[in-house]
């Protein structure tokens, strides 16, 4: 007897059907969650999402979400916008960052009555802690800055939203992948999807669309993310005609567990965790000398690699040690548990006694669609919104990180910004147009799907994706330059080539992961395309772009976005100017 | 090292009947058991169904029986198998979709019956509700909760008692219910107070046993029925509850 009785004689137990819904999300992690909490209030909401809600890629969140509470020590919004724009190099939009600090202590408070299991201080407050980059009075010295719950921020946080649409009855399309978008009219109408279970395509009429499908960073060979970050959100926009902004700007963290990339929080530095290189010095004193470890990531991981360039790498290896071993095993139990926990299975290293090798991992995408701060999806890049089309989190560009962001301002740019767009959806839904009538006949499937299910050619999926991580690893990762982005261009415009002959099982039945895949490789082909192109066009180093034929920052010609455009065979670039409000341009040190 | 996994399929579809595949590999030690089911996937059979998203143990997607214990493929290294065979099964006590794919939808509902939300009656405060440290700490090891539902595909109890709500459900209603800000206790109890609640749980621990967060679910288990117990015996009476001893509100 083999022990499972039960199975489903027929998967078909969905029916096909073509859905209607007021609000239409894209993606389920902490954006999309945040932003359908906000709509259920007032509409009827639909979330779609690769995987169950619960597993998406903000649940991997660890380190802490900043808000200028001034729970533990003296803290203001104005300091905050100033670290956060120092942080992007001066690229962020001012505006947008102003609205995103004023917000924060409200945005906070809001997830606490939620139910977020916030850590707390003796006094009761929510707990605070250093994080890279946030210092009091414009600079002096760090600041504890990050609400967080142990080392597990992002995972509770995206339970309590989830939780919350449950409460508010939110529907959901677990294991449903995003194929395309619909337009009616320049207008966004819905959205065509691949029902993962049944190996079915579903359409769904909406009246105003968010796109939440978070970033790419499974472009690159070592990442901190999940498989899902494969830029499906950015694609699909993309090849609508709209461009994307910043996308030279991928950040990566100094701390990756080595070897795998699995990222161990700067929750650890913001704890009293130190680097060291193979000589045993603590580094960062070279390169950053005021705030030392908690320098922002674009500096560390910089540093981390010149250390091993220099031959400082631990045993002449390509990595660094993050020395915990100060911090004694009751601190590190009550606020690094997962931190300790991944160095144990993954890195065979017990926290509290070794140190922990690390190498930079591919982490954060600072770039995506342009919106307003309302998440309009902006058309032309510059003021045009596309009338339907919202985006938020990682996969828009409201610009509030500019060429680096800082630790725990991406949880913060979630929820404000996922709350912001869902008000303004909930506007554009009431002067919308009526959705189409309920019998359209059997609607065609989207032809990309179909195509794929018929390829045949000699080409894998494997094959290909490892070559395009490997080509972005070597040629456009921390350091760049023309000569490798280059070679990088061209390797991608192959690969793009490669595609043409890809060939499938032709499954298309249930939880079919090579068309999947497929699809997934098909966007991070385009969108690593646009990352190599928008890098070459900037001549100059900035934030997480550094460019070794360029190494320094070049105000008179680049304090500007980039916007890159792709009509499915050649790339455009086009420029737009950074808002600069409070803050003007200085030179960042540390 | 030389790695075999043995793989449960099956495609509902088109079998009546599952087998078992034998995948061969040279694997390096501290490879995932994940890794070696993408090396399946991506280099002999592209057709193998499992899920998975975050790759170290935090989104709770893969979720198996792994030589015959229900753990994380993405947690279990190829090191802790050096007999090199490993044998790959779906989570017991639920419908398979393919593979080693399950249906979780029932384990979501039982979820879904706890009310896991924060429930309180008055308005919000201005600022934050407070919580003292030692409130916080109460319930600190059950928010390492992820889902993974291995603990309630291991528990002996579901297949004899198809309604009993399981380890990770109740799990999640002690967190609510041991949440110094919520005021439902009364409500929450209501719904744990039967056998296809709380009693259900004869305490056989093999959730804490398998648990890939280490989450000692028995202890917590054990803490709602003294919870239970004692308002029943404030309530002055045996049979049921009609006290309400949570929401004791901010230290
Ligand atoms: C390991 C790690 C730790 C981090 N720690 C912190 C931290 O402490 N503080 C902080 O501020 N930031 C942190 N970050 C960054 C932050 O977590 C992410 O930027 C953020 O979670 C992105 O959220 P999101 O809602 O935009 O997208 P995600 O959470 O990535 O969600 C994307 C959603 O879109 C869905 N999706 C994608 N493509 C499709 C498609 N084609 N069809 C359907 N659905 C799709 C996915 O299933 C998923 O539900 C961390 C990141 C990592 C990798
Ligand atoms: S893949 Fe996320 S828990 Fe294993």
Known sequence: MLGWPYWKKNSSWRIALEKFHDALIIGSGMAGLRAAVELAQETSVAVVSKVFPTRSHSGAAQGGITAALGNEEEDHWEWHMFDTVKGSDYLADQDAVEIMVRDAPRAILELEHMGVPFSRNHRGLIAQRAFGGHTRDFGKAPVKRACYASDRTGRVIVDTLYEQCLKMGVVFYPEFLLLDLIFQKQRCVGAWLLDISRGEALRVWAKSVLIATGGAGRLFRTTSNCFGNTGDGLAVVLCHGIPLQDMEFVQFHPTGLRGVGILLSEAARGEGGVLRNGLGERFMARYAPQILD?????????????????????????????????????????????????????????????????????????????????????????????????????????????????????????????????????????????????????????????????????????????DLQGLLMDHCSVFRDEKGLLAALEGVLELQQRFTRLGLGGGGRSFDLEVVEALELEHMLVVARVVVESALCRKESRGAHFREDHPQRNDALFLKHTLVFYDGQEVRIDWKPVKITRFPPKERTY | MLVTLRVFRLDPTRESEPHYDEFSMEAKPWERILDCLNRVRWEQDPSLAFRSSCGHGICGSDGMLINGVCGLACQRLVKEYPEGLITLEPLPNFQVIRDLVVDLDPFYQKYEKVKPYLITGEQAPERERLQSPSEREVYDEAIRCILCACCTAACPITPKQSEFLGPAALLRAFRYLFDSRDQASRERMEILDREQGIWGCKGHGLCT???????????????????????????GSQQELSTDTGGQGPA
Not at chain 1, 302 to 331: F, M, N, S, W
Not at chain 1, 348 to 372: N, Q, R
Not at chain 1, 373 to 399: M, T
Not at chain 1, 425 to 445: S, T, V
């Open chain 1, 294 to 466: 908690l320098a922002p990531r674009d500096i560390v991981s910089r540093a981390i690699l010149k250390e091993i360039r220099e031959g400082r790498g631990v045993e002449g290896q390509p990595y660094v040690h993050l020395d915990l071993t100060g911090l004694g095993e009751k601190r590190i139990k009550e606020r690094l548990w997962e931190v300790a926990s991944f160095a144990r299975i993954y890195g065979g290293v017990d926290a509290s006694l070794e140190p922990i090798p690390v190498e930079p991992t591919c982490h954060y995408f600072m770039g995506g669609i342009p919106t307003d701060p309302d998440g309009r999806v902006l058309g032309d890049g510059k003021q045009s919104p596309v009338q339907g089309l919202f985006a938020a989190g990682e996969c828009a560009c409201v610009s509030v990180h500019g060429a680096n962001r800082l630790g725990c301002n991406s949880l913060l740019d979630l929820v404000v910004f996922g709350r912001r767009a869902a008000k303004a959806m909930a506007e554009c839904i009431k002067e919308a147009p009526d959705l189409p009538p309920q019998d359209m006949g059997e609607p065609h499937k989207p032809e990309r799907l179909q195509k794929l299910l018929q390829a045949r050619g000699p080409e894998t999926v494997p094959g290909i994706r490892q």
């Open chain 2, 209 to 235: 046993r398998v648990c890939p967060k280490e989450i000692d679910v028995r202890k917590w288990l054990g803490r709602t029925k003294k919870r239970l117990h004692d308002a029943r015996i404030a309530a």
